[in-house]
């Protein structure tokens, strides 16, 4: 369960008081809404389905997953299943290594979805296990379905835009830059980073 309404309002009040950038566009734009995602490996599995192609494509590609695997899919229904049979569902040679790295984990009991440590930068570690999981999707998983309050994922392009348009600067930072700047919003960083999604391109600011 990502974060709540009222913990984004709080974070964001916290953050704005001492950043006058966010403070304005707060006025401007209000608060965005909150971005949820269940826990657990099937939030995993969609986003593996959804790397790399357009949003029509992960649905329909979802759709066909559903229909062999059901709308909970069993981990180990999906390593028995041969290369055929998920590859009419749409899944390429990558994205089966992919699904079938997180579906091993999870049937061999090494990745549980329920049960990640609570350190931020070690839940990261666990996840980056999976082949074809990064820190952002890590990041992404943990602020959405975990609501963790601290996810800063610095490497999203649309944070250093939306950060840029926030504070006025020159041009887009660099994720190192990105990090930097939002040191002193800890612990609210995670409610920050969804309010540059909503200001990337608000045509209120």
Not at 33 to 61: F, K, L, N, W
């Given at each position: 369960m990502g974060l709540s309404a009222e913990q984004i309002k709080q974070?964001?009040?916290?953050?704005?008081?001492?950043?006058?950038?966010?403070?304005?566009?707060?006025?401007?734009?209000?608060?965005?809404?909150?971005?949820?995602?269940?826990?657990?490996?099937?939030?995993?599995?969609?986003?593996?389905?959804?790397?790399?192609?357009?949003?029509?494509?992960?649905?329909?590609?979802?759709?066909?997953?559903?229909?062999?695997?059901?709308?909970?899919p069993d981990p180990a229904r999906v390593l028995a299943a041969d290369f055929d049979t998920l590859r009419a569902c749409g899944l390429s040679r990558q994205k089966q290594g992919y699904m079938r790295s997180l579906c091993e984990l999870v049937a061999e009991g090494a990745l549980d979805f329920h049960a990640l440590p609570v350190d931020d930068e070690e839940a990261i570690e666990q996840l980056t296990r999976i082949k074809g999981i990064g820190r952002w999707s890590a990041e992404i998983y943990l602020l959405f379905a975990e609501g963790r309050a601290d996810i800063w994922p610095a490497g999203d392009l649309a944070v250093q835009a939306g950060l840029a348009k926030l504070l006025d600067l020159p041009e887009r930072p660099s994720e190192k830059r990105t990090r930097e700047l939002a040191e002193v919003w800890r612990p609210h960083r995670g409610a920050t980073a969804i309010f540059t999604w909503h200001c990337y391109n608000n045509p209120a600011l």
């Open positions: 974070g964001l009040d916290a953050v704005a008081a001492r950043e006058p950038g966010i403070a304005r566009a707060l006025e401007r734009t209000g608060y965005p809404e909150p971005r949820i995602r269940d826990r657990g490996h099937v939030t995993m599995m969609r986003t593996i389905v959804g790397q790399q192609v357009s949003v029509a494509a992960a649905a329909s590609m979802w759709r066909k997953f559903e229909e062999f695997a059901g709308t909970d």
